[in-house]
């Protein structure tokens, strides 16, 4: 018996887990985990919500809640996510959590007192229009590594360069648009330079680390690391536990990678297990599960931290970091809408077979994309018509001719060929999850389906039963060893369904809890058979296109008809105007960033597109009731408004068009500032892009979702820009 304790990565609880993460570090270590349970492992897995850090800050001011109420709201909806999925956790806890504060404060304040943590100035963003400090994510800008516009101020999602505060190219500030200043301020330092040596002999044996988890470590280590800031000026977060600077927070991710070591002593502490028995029995092997924005965090930063807080606590002995997933070629991306939420895709499909698909992409060496006409196909042809084939097939054929599973009588060379085949592939299967190699050992399982498909119509039991019933009885028996094999090998995959094939053949408890062996065992005859139901559904996504978000989307978006009727500059700031619409009924006020772009009689009396739901927002003072649609083109630093010929007040309509329609050649990636607000799924985020379009008259606005958008028009057609542009972004 080994112990195994499995890390896996903290989602933030800032929105719903996508798809791209389940193939990326949620569906991993679960199969990983089952696996070993039914080898007779011990295994303790653990992880939980990241709830502070400015991603939750930046989603609460969206949704109009407290940091607290979005990181509980968010806590909750991945837990029942991750539980309907099928992934279990020892313990799924939170960053909130009191034992998870002590255990942080207490790494920290070692840390700080062994000299690996100390104190330094610090240049960070501050907004004088917001008259706020702006960290990480509070700022948009382009990577100084690889140019990649629209990132967040603290990591690139495409390179994975971690940025200190100003590193970032072009900065502005996310809540207003405008541009930062610099500031010093007094900040708490990781000393990872001291780690250095014996970082370099930790990785010495890791040659069985993947190529990329390990080069990208090498390469960190080989520009010799630097010391890393890990203190915040913001209000939400881990206070630093040093006298006198308790109003700055903990950085979260010094935080989170605690999160493994405190939700363990959580478990112990619930009366669960020994943590101690995890973490300091030198045996013990750990394996860290996520995707490769978080290689650093796991094979340096955290390592380091563990070094320098108890030499006798393990560090990780593998970091199976895995690439990223995307979504029909495009990166996931919870900020910029790109997005297939876990809860939403659950509420539509079975889970195994979501978790049969997303096992078939799992981007282990490179990679990989979503696809929903693949999704259809796969589980259409492999899971329902050769795996769910097969074991209906000997199931129901057994069920109405027996009853029960027959005797095997003599067996024949066919016979004996495909039980030595059992023995390989289930072996195949298991060594395949040892090794991390999940794709590979579900290939392994279906080519055993496979096979017994081809041995079933090889021997055609349903003509044999005619003349020679003992040999069909036998023949079945044998299917029944096959299926029983799937059953077994296939657990940590499909836990759900293959649960259900055991209670069919009439098992006792759950197949998570026999032993992987059995996988090996002949069939017992005798045992009654229960009436079997086709363990899978087939997928039929054309009425799913049909339901798309899109026109949902727009309907929650008001965007109205408006006319200028007064434009005046404000009194606090140099690049906004303080407006007033009419929308018919009312009017409203405006502050909007136009400035720079238009001169106040160019505007007065203009008709544009007023998003009139979003919350109301101060800007410097001023309160702005609403935003104006405009796009940009930032490379020639032009802004156009969106300028309508319909009648004042009057709401827009949408038409929706698919990707055939549309060249889309003509989007391009914008840094688009997101329209959003409570509980609502906006897909206007990256969207809301005016369309060239040769089916369309002039210049269309539409709402892009994968490949379909909405195209707005009003009563008298389509809205136009009142500059010719081509592509956009919304601005307030
Ligand atoms: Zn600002
Ligand atoms: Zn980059």
Redesign the pocket.
């Known amino acids: 018996m080994k112990r195994i304790m499995i890390g896996v990565a903290w989602p933030y609880a800032n929105g719903p887990i996508h798809i791209g993460q389940v193939g990326g570090c949620y569906l991993p270590p679960d199969i990983f985990r089952r696996y070993h349970k039914m080898i007779g492992n011990d295994v303790l897995m653990v992880s939980g919500s990241d709830q502070y850090g400015t991603p939750i800050t930046v989603t609460a001011e969206k949704e109009g809640l407290t940091p607290k109420e979005t990181a509980e709201k968010y806590h909750k909806i991945n837990s029942k996510a991750l539980i309907d999925l099928g992934v279990e956790f020892s313990l799924f806890t939170y960053t909130m959590n009191e034992t998870h504060k002590r255990v942080t404060q207490d790494i920290f304040k070692t840390l700080y007192e062994k000299d690996h943590i100390y104190t330094d100035t610090m240049e960070t963003f501050f ?6 400090f ?1 960290p990480d994510r ?1 700022v948009i800008g382009n990577c100084p590594e690889c140019g990649q516009k629209g990132i967040d101020g603290d990591q690139c999602d495409e390179c994975g360069v971690l940025l200190d505060p100003t590193d970032i190219l072009n900065p502005r ?6 541009t ?1 200043k610099v500031k010093e301020s007094e900040h708490f330092f990781l000393k990872l330079s001291g780690f250095q040596e014996r970082l370099e002999e930790y990785i010495e044996d890791k040659d069985y680390w993947k190529n990329h988890v390990l080069n990208f470590t090498k390469s960190w280590l080989k520009k010799g690391l630097e010391d890393r800031p890990i203190s915040r000026d913001m209000e939400w977060g881990i206070s630093v536990p040093i006298e006198g600077y308790e109003n700055k927070k903990i950085y979260v991710w010094f935080d989170a990678v605690i999160g493994y070591l405190s939700t363990s002593i959580k478990w112990s502490e619930e009366g669960r297990g020994d943590w101690s028995k995890f973490w300091k029995d030198p045996d013990a092997e750990h394996y860290y599960f996520l995707a490769k924005d978080n290689i650093p965090f796991h094979t340096i930063i955290w390592p380091a931290m563990l070094m320098g807080y108890d030499e006798e606590l393990n560090l990780p002995y593998d970091v199976p970091g895995n690439q990223y997933m995307c979504l029909e070629g495009e990166q996931f991306s919870t900020s910029r809408g790109i997005i297939v939420s876990l809860p939403d895709i659950l509420e539509d499909f079975d889970s195994d077979s979501i978790r049969y698909y997303v096992t078939t992409i799992m981007p282990e060496v490179k990679d990989t994309n979503f696809r929903w006409d693949e999704f259809e196909e796969k589980i259409n042809t492999e899971l329902v018509g050769n795996l769910g084939n097969f074991v209906h097939r000997v199931l129901s054929f057994t069920y109405s001719n027996y009853g029960k599973i027959p005797d095997a009588g003599e067996l024949d060379e066919r016979d004996k060929s495909i039980l030595n085949e059992i023995d390989e592939k289930v072996d195949a299967v298991g060594k395949n999850i040892q090794s991390r190699k999940f794709k590979k050992g579900l290939e392994k399982l279906l080519q055993l389906s496979r096979a017994g498909n081809k041995y079933l119509n090889d021997k055609a039991p349903w003509d044999m039963i005619k003349k020679d019933k003992k040999a069909a009885a036998t023949t079945l028996n044998i299917s029944l060893r096959i299926v029983k094999a799937i059953c077994v090998a296939g657990a940590p995959y499909l836990p759900h369904s293959m649960n259900r094939l055991w209670t069919y053949l009439n098992y006792e408890g759950s197949v998570h809890e026999s032993s992987w062996d059995e996988a090996f065992e002949p069939i017992e005859p005798g045992l009654k058979l229960k009436k079997p139901k086709p363990l899978y559904e087939k997928i039929d996504l054309s009425n799913m296109r049909a339901k798309t978000q899109l026109m949902d989307s727009l309907d929650k978006l008001d965007l109205r008809v408006g006319e200028i009727t007064k434009v005046e500059e404000h009194p606090n700031a140099d690049k906004l105007y303080v407006i007033r619409v009419g929308l018919g009924d009312e009017e409203r006020t405006l502050v909007a960033g136009l400035k720079p772009y238009y001169d106040k009689n160019e505007m007065y009396g203009k008709k544009v597109v007023v998003l009139a739901n979003l919350e109301p927002a101060t ?1 410097r003072g001023i309160r702005s009731e609403g935003m104006l649609l405009a796009a940009e083109d930032e490379e020639q630093n032009i802004v156009s408004l969106l300028e309508s010929s319909g009648y004042i007040g009057e709401n827009l309509k949408g038409t929706e068009a698919s990707a055939e329609n549309i060249p889309f050649d003509h989007f391009k990636k914008y840094d688009l500032k997101t329209i959003e607000w409570r509980d609502e799924k906006i897909w206007a985020d990256r969207t809301l892009e005016p369309v060239e379009s040769d089916r369309f008259e002039g210049v269309g606005v539409g709402i892009l979702k994968e490949n379909k958008c909405v195209i707005l028009e009003d009563s008298e057609g389509v809205i136009r820009l009142d500059k010719d542009l081509g592509v956009g972004r919304p601005i307030r």
């Open positions: 907004c004088p229009d917001c008259e706020r702006l509070y500030c996310k809540l207003c648009s405008g930062p800007l």
